[in-house]
């Protein structure tokens, strides 16, 4: 069965920095392109990044360019998020999913507030 557990989200001030982690089990991470898409309450999905299989392909939403950057481990099947100079506005539920522009499996989420 396939599960992803996201972790790495908290309380963060305006300009500060965190890293969101992924584990990944139960398929065959390696070969997935993988993403994250955030939710704040009351409003809809916005995807943030995404990565091929291989790790040398990326993409990012224009919000979080140059501020995000999405990696992965494939020997620990892992995702990872490392979020620098970080707004108010980045404020959400942090979700890995499996895929690229369509979503199949999804982590429970972590929060990540940004606020002074």
């Known amino acids: 069965e396939l599960q992803l557990v996201e972790s790495g989200g908290g309380l963060v001030q305006p300009g500060g920095s965190l890293t969101l982690s992924c584990a990944a089990c139960g398929f065959q991470f390696s070969t997935f392109s993988m993403s994250w898409v955030r939710q704040v309450p009351g409003k809809g999905l916005e995807w943030v990044s995404s990565l091929n299989p291989g790790g040398d392909s990326t993409g990012y939403a224009d919000s979080v360019k140059g501020r995000f950057t999405i990696s992965r481990d494939n020997a620990k099947s892992k995702l990872y998020l490392q979020m620098n100079t970080l707004k108010t506005e980045d404020t959400a539920i942090y979700y890995c999913?499996?895929?690229?522009?369509?979503?199949?499996?999804w982590g429970q989420g972590t929060q990540v507030t940004v606020s002074s």
């Open positions: 999913a499996t895929g690229w522009s369509s979503f199949g499996g």
